[in-house]
């Protein structure tokens, strides 16, 4: 064998890669590859490909042609390889394996990134934030946090979201989809998150811990919350007193002092309130529920501030007699 020309279909050439090419017309294709030329621009985007049918793959992405649909849930896909991966969610199919925990995956473009969580390898940088990503993807997300871009709406409400995800999970709002079960009591939701924060009531679970007065809490929201008392932080102000508030929520029903607005409606006795706390209040009052209760006198109270304003009855008390009357209590 002395050159190309003498290449036929029977003969494996062996290239200096050391890959064996056992067709003549893959050849030149292979070459390109180890030569990095690339012929073939979108004219659109002006990106640069090695082969004409890979140009042809990616001009789907700017015409939205996705000729390859799922039979089972007729979703469509631009590429026959990404509908193959797609199909492994009907079926179960995981292939690859994490050879560190054994978790798989139905595509392998998850496993680099998953193996990034052993290694905590994260080679995607911001320029702006410097902040790191272990995935691609996630950086591409984060970036639009600094330019603002939000290139997903909703076709019901034209809400725009800067990712796909929280738009999927958006559109159960108009749905009202509840996927994700609570397996004790049946609750329902529309998020998964929002289900394992849900699981912590019955768990009693409370990863997240105040460093100043050791609380915990069962969501990073209510610990960052809580700081704010040690901070004094009241970020929220209110546009028609100029009161501030340490939380959004808080903002909210102030506001209400204001308008005069009454959400909260009671169907058995018909009184309505502004705040929430009073609602739940008067429900207690109703059904009996006491859910608070002085270890001292073994009072119970419907709402926890009544509580805190009993205990302090027991300010002045004298740590034996406090002793002696719960020890008498009990009795």
Known sequence: MTGVTDFTYQEDLQLDCKKQIPLKHRLARHMRTQNGKKHYECEECKKKFSFKSHLAVHMRIHSGEKPYECETCKSK???????????????GEKPYE????????????????????????????????????SV???LTVHMRIHNGEKPYECETCKSKFSDK???????????????????TCKSKFSVKSHLTVHMRIHSGEKPYECETCKSKFSTKTHLNLHTRIHSGEKPYECDVCKKKLSSQFALTEHRRTHTGEKPYGCETCKIEFSFKSEFAKIIRTHNGEKPYEC????????????????MKT???????EFEELKSDTRC
């Open 77 to 91: 896909f631009s590429t026959k390889s990404h509908l193959a991966v797609h199909m492994r969610i009907h079926s």
């Open 98 to 133: 994490c050879e560190t925990c054994k978790k798989k995956f139905s595509a392998k473009c998850n496993l680099p990134a998953h193996m990034r969580i052993h290694s905590g390898e994260k080679p995607y940088e911001c320029e702006t934030c410097k902040k790191k990503f």
């Open 136 to 138: 691609k993807s996630h």
């Open 165 to 183: 995800s929280n738009l999927a999970v958006h559109m159960r709002i108009h749905s009202g989809e509840k996927p994700y079960e609570c397996k």
């Open 295 to 310: 270890e001292a006198w073994l009072e119970k109270f419907s709402m926890k501030n009544d509580l805190t304003r009993h």
């Open 314 to 320: 027991h300010a002045d008390e004298k740590p034996y």
